[in-house]
């Protein structure tokens, strides 16, 4: 008995491009995706760069509304409040927090806190000076 071996039929020319063919395009898509998610990432983390800058300056306002008094304070407030894309945020912020601190002086009876003073006085300073710019 013989053994009746299958062979396969032999690639022609057209099926052997299209198998290759195939074989890029899912390699170009695999690379295309691999470089967007890498992209992406580094655009979120860019972002989360710039949100953690803004933060950190955010803060800084706040210990400069907290002790007016620091060498650093007004300079607090001139980076972030200089800056055309958050000086809308920053002198709301300042306006509201001098409204406030007017309105406590003005029930204290001119028993005002020398802290509140203080405040008034920088608050009317630090808006002067982002307007200025």
Do not use: C
């Amino acid at each position: 008995m013989g053994e009746y071996i299958m062979k396969r039929p032999p690639i022609r020319h057209y099926q052997h491009r299209t198998i290759v063919l195939r074989a890029l395009l899912t390699f170009g898509v695999a690379v295309v995706f691999v470089v967007s998610l890498g992209t992406q990432a580094a655009e979120s983390s860019g972002q989360i760069d710039e949100a953690t800058r803004i933060g950190q300056q955010v803060l800084a306002i706040k210990a400069a509304l907290d002790n007016p008094g620091t060498p650093d304070a007004m300079q607090a407030v001139m980076d972030l409040g200089t800056d055309s894309r958050y000086y809308v945020m920053v002198r709301g912020w300042l306006s509201l927090q001098l409204k406030g601190d007017r309105n406590i002086a003005n029930a204290s009876q001119g028993e005002v806190s020398p802290e509140i003073e203080r405040r008034i006085e920088f608050l009317e300073q630090a808006i002067r000076a982002i307007d200025l710019e």
